[in-house]
């Protein structure tokens, strides 16, 4: 089962909501859509599902052209981040509610429903309505509704965003183990970083209304593409700061100093860009030059520490920069004073004036 | 300024509470210094919203006193109060500029309008607004307008407390790293009291210097960010704070020595006054391969960036545990180990042996 | 291919078209037709030009009727408007007095127009009348059907009495859309009453208010039915507003030109009115 998305585009008067996007979307495993708030990910899943449509290119199911075939004659299904159900029907109803519409037969109906409750939990309270019912299980009633009947094409638009911290934990969990045997494509669209690494499957970075890249979920993560790409998929937001290569030396800025890396080894000298991820910026060892092996300290004036209690994260200048250290363990520094830090240079990322990934 | 005591306060939305269920805030007492950064953590439902509408003064509680220093405020409105308070959706005066809405607080309490004008521009600067005193409040995103609600608390001087009800819930998720950054270092630049309520584990802990924790009402845990992380007192707070949250392993003890799955387990703290239900706590990030240990299968590998989630059997239970990026996982014939001075038994739900000492919350 | 689709959309207009065609359109283009053209009465016309405007725009009758009818409106406005947001403060937000509060208030908007005339014609009748009689007997020399000042005092009251309910109710849906926490920041920032009603309630009501004005300003302009029923425009011409005026012209002395003439300027005093005040109104919006 393929959806295949061929230069699809949409604008809106001058604006333009998406670029002419290429993207093969498959059955097993979650395709998730990556970005920011307006970053296109909703659009382009009204695109995907035939509730808009496409100013350009053309929209395929297994093959067949299904470009401006309602939503109504598809087989979709949608849930999104706000919990919307029928605020009459009860929860039986709810659920039942799709396959009343392909008027199917009681007894089937029963069946199918009290199936999708007991996955759902939600077999205790069919008969309650909606308002009756905690965050959690509107929305797990809202996703039994999306999952009831067989649908070939399931977008969930950051189904969990509205839900409490620990309840969003759990059924992320869920979800997957929910589509395992299922031969649909799923579509999820989120913010976080975490949650796409979290449900695995494939990933597509958006970034104003581009995909910016699209591949296995870990790939994305590890071997971003572009300068773009990798600040999408980073949480905090990944450091970045121009670095000027000078014969077989690297230099931030006249804070520190590194030999050159491999990948840059036969590029010719001038300025690049690079980006280390929070969590590979840590507090200095305890070594005689204050780095282990692979790595450089830099040191930096600090704006404030935050400690979680099993984590510390560290704000610091670096240069015209503020950089960001995520470390286990807690370490405290004050307010104004200088900390030294140390980059994991072998996790280092170096990009391009184009902000194109320099990889070897 | 002012040390914000809590004695013995109750709440219930009935008339006739009689069930322990009837009230949505059970006795609460809790004492907070001047000028600390507090946060009241639990999840929807557990009465931390309550409890802050009744230090804020909208609310009078059924039971118990408020005292602010010395005084009583129980029956104080939230204006003689002298407190500011930052709602979940931002309230922004939509027809007054930026430097009125920040001038507002100070213009109702007839400040004149020189020390109006010092105060505001200071305010300003603090929430990175300088540029913006003249546009029309409406017009700002939801993170320019709770910078605003902010600025309103923080130009009074005679603040006694500011108070965040879930502040980050309207703020794009980007956004939201960036302000709470701010919020933390505003309050180690102003000084002032200030408590955060929220759902959110990472927001409560990173802001708060203690945190209060709660559920179904009731205080379970008071502590700084580390003592709830390694030394939760209660299961609860174990399973909520942390992510993954702590591994709960129903366990048998047994003259004072704690078995699991036929298995001795070391626990830190003292087993011989077990008794009621018996669970081993040990958190995802206390639990590592080892040459010898409890034999364990790996079900699912779950790759979160910087560390992976490793979920095991173990003496048939789920049992799931943390793994630094770049550490392999080991084939087959996993084996436990569990650091000892993490791992802990609960009775009850309760950490063995804090309760008869006095254990917070009860 | 885009278009194709799109033209079908012009199919489920198509009614709609026709049923406004029929109900406006044709009917106002038979008033600009008779406005511009001479006729005795035995179905033939003569082109008279823009006469009947001319005529109409220099006539001390309609000057006097257009002024009646200002006043009539402007009072009734600046009366209705600030006394139904009064009312809608004074309203309970919650609890179980809520429903009776919004059935009481909906009750005279439920009353047909002729019947408020007739209720209120009686009620104030000075004989048997429960307003007249009262008044009188608490010294007031009152006599609607022959004072002016009464007639007007009777006409606004009773005008007052039938709409201030629709901007009770829609003052109302303005106020409870506000959110508790806007209330609770402003307690918190010390502010009093008024200054809550002044930042807080009044902007948050002003869309609704808007519309309330509007369509009282319309409604008013265009008031017929319980002004005859209560005063037949008398005593004299003294409470002959514009609509009685037209239907006098028209249906009385049959004037049909002079009438259509004046029926369009009508129209596009209501008009142009209305587009003040809505621009006027909405003019912070945009900035």
């Known amino acids: ?261 491999a990948v840059l080894s036969d590029k010719p000298d001038g300025d690049y860009q690079i980006g280390l991820r929070p969590h590979h910026v840590t507090p200095a060892a305890n070594t005689p030059d204050g780095a282990q092996d692979g790595c450089v300290k830099i040191s930096g004036e600090v704006l404030v520490t935050e400690l979680s209690g099993s984590e510390s994260t560290v704000h610091f200048k670096v240069g015209p920069e503020v950089w960001v250290s995520l470390a286990h363990g807690i370490h405290s520094f004050g307010v104004g004073e200088v900390a030294d830090l140390q980059a994991d240079l072998s996790r280092a990322f170096y990009f391009g004036a184009d902000g194109a990934l320099i990889s070897s | 300024m002012a040390r914000i005591t809590l004695d013995k ?14 009230w949505a805030l059970k006795q609460v007492d809790i004492t907070w210094d001047d000028g600390g950064a507090y946060a009241l953590l639990g999840p929807s439902g557990c009465g931390k919203t309550t409890l802050l509408n009744i230090i804020s003064g909208l609310l009078r509680p059924s039971q118990g006193r408020v005292l602010f220093d010395d005084d009583d405020v129980t029956a104080l409105s939230p204006d003689q109060r002298h407190i500011a308070q930052v709602f979940q959706f931002p309230v922004v005066y939509d027809t007054m500029t930026v430097y009125e809405n920040l001038a507002f607080p100070l213009r109702n309490r007839g400040v004149d309008s020189a020390t109006t004008d010092k105060r505001v521009r200071e305010i300003a600067e603090f929430i990175d607004m300088t540029h913006r005193l003249d546009d029309r409040a409406k017009g700002l995103t939801a993170d320019g307008k709770q910078k605003i609600s902010l600025g309103r608390g923080l ?13 980050l819930t309207v703020i794009d998720p980007h956004l939201k790293w960036e302000l709470r950054s701010k919020l933390k270092e505003l309050h180690q630049r102003v000084g002032r009291t200030m408590i955060y309520v929220t759902h959110d584990q990472t927001e409560a802990l990173t802001f708060a210097d203690k945190v209060v924790v709660m559920n179904e009402g009731e205080v379970v845990q008071i502590g700084t960010p580390v003592d709830l992380f390694e030394r939760p007192q209660h299961t609860f707070v174990g399973h909520f704070i942390g992510s993954p949250g702590m591994n709960v392993l129903p366990c048998t ?38 040459d010898n240990g409890l034999p364990a299968t790996v079900v699912k590998v779950s790759d979160a960036g910087r560390h992976k989630i490793v979920e095991t059997r173990c003496a048939d239970q789920t049992l799931r545990m943390l793994i630094s990026e770049g550490v392999e996982i080991p084939a087959d014939g996993v084996k436990l180990a569990f650091d000892t001075a993490n791992t802990r038994l609960y009775t009850d739900g309760w950490l063995a042996g804090s309760r008869s000492a006095g254990g917070e919350g009860r | 291919m885009n278009k194709t689709v799109n033209q079908k959309a012009w199919l489920f207009v198509l009614p709609v078209f026709i049923l406004v065609a029929f109900n406006a359109v044709i009917p106002l283009m038979t008033v600009v037709n008779y406005s511009v053209q001479e006729t005795f009465g035995d179905n033939t016309f003569f082109w008279s030009g823009v006469l009947w405007f001319t005529e109409i725009l220099q006539s001390e009758r309609f000057h006097d009727s257009l002024g009646r009818q200002m006043i009539f409106t402007f009072s009734i406005l ?210």
């Not at chain 1, 999708?116 to 309505?129: F, V």
């Not at chain 1, 869920?174 to 913010?191: G, M, W």
């Not at chain 3, 009188?136 to 059907?145: E, H, K, P, R, V």
Request: aromatic share 8%; proline share 5%; charged share 20%.
């Open chain 2, 253 to 290: 003890v047994d003259g004072g020595k704690v078995y699991l799955g036929g298995n001795q387990i070391a626990v830190a703290n003292d087993a011989a006054q077990g008794g009621g239900t018996a669970e081993i706590g040990v958190r995802p990030e206390f639990v590592s391969f080892a």
């Open chain 3, 78 to 287: 600046a009366i209705e408007v600030p006394l139904g947001v009064a009312i809608a403060l004074t309203m309970p937000r919650k609890g179980a007095w809520v429903p009776v509060c919004l059935v009481l208030m909906a009750l005279p908007l439920l009353i047909p127009w002729n019947v408020v005339g007739a209720m209120w014609n009686i009620f104030a009748l000075p004989d048997i009348g429960l307003l007249g009689y009262g008044l009188n007997a608490m010294g007031f020399d009152y006599n609607f059907t022959r004072q002016i000042g009464d007639a007007w005092f009777t006409l606004i009251l009773m005008d007052v009495w039938h709409w201030t309910s629709l901007v009770v109710l829609l003052a109302y849906a303005g106020l409870v859309s506000i959110p508790d926490a806007y209330y609770q920041a402003a307690k918190i920032d010390g502010a009093g009453a008024f200054a809550i009603f002044r930042y807080i309630q009044l902007p948050k009501m002003k869309r609704v208010l808007t519309i309330a004005v509007l369509l009282r300003f319309m409604d008013s302009f265009m008031v017929y039915t319980e002004a005859v029923v209560l005063t037949g425009g008398g005593p004299g011409n003294s409470t002959t507003l514009l609509s009685i005026d037209l239907v006098k012209i028209a249906l009385g002395q049959f004037d049909l030109g002079p009438a259509a003439a004046m029926s369009i300027i009508y129209f596009l005093i209501i008009l142009a009115l209305s587009w003040v005040f809505y621009t006027l109104m909405m003019r912070n919006e945009e900035s």
């Open chain 2, 9 to 22: 306060l109750g709440h219930s939305y009935m008339e006739n509470p009689v069930a322990d269920a009837d």
């Open chain 2, 155 to 167: 130009v009074r001087t005679d603040v006694n407390v500011i108070m965040f009800d879930e502040p």
């Open chain 1, 1 to 261: 089962m393929t959806l295949e998305l061929r230069q699809i585009e949409k604008t809106l008067g001058t604006d333009v909501h998406i670029h002419p996007t290429d993207l093969v979307l498959e059955a097993g495993g979650f395709n998730i859509l990556l970005g920011t708030t307006l970053s296109g990910k909703t659009t382009l899943m009204q695109l995907m599902a035939g509730l808009d449509r496409p100013t350009g290119g053309t929209l395929h199911f297994n093959g067949k052209d299904v470009t401006g075939m309602r939503v109504q004659n598809r087989n979709v299904s949608m849930v999104y981040q706000q919990f919307i159900n029928y605020p009459n029907f009860t929860v039986y109803e709810n659920i039942a509610s799709p396959l009343r519409v392909a008027r199917m037969p009681d007894a089937e109906i029963k069946k199918r429903v009290g199936a999708m409750a007991d996955l759902m939990r939600l077999s205790p309270m069919l008969d309650r309505k909606p308002a009756e019912l905690s965050g959690g299980q509107q929305q797990r009633t809202a996703l039994a509704r999306a999952l009831v009947k067989d649908s070939e094409l399931v977008l969930l638009d950051e189904p969990l965003a509205n839900l409490d911290f620990k309840l969003r934990e759990e059924l992320r969990e869920e979800l997957p183990k929910l589509f395992a045997d299922r031969n649909c494509i799923v579509v999820y669209a989120t913010t976080e970083p975490i949650e796409a690494l979290l449900l695995g499957g494939s990933t597509a970075t958006l970034h104003e209304g581009r995909v910016t890249q699209f591949g296995p979920t870990g790939d994305v993560y590890r071997n971003p593409k572009d300068v773009i790409s990798a600040q999408v998929f980073s949480e905090p937001p990944m450091n970045t700061a121009t670095v000027r290569k000078v014969g077989d030396r690297v230099d931030l800025g006249g804070i520190a100093y590194w030999p050159c890396p």
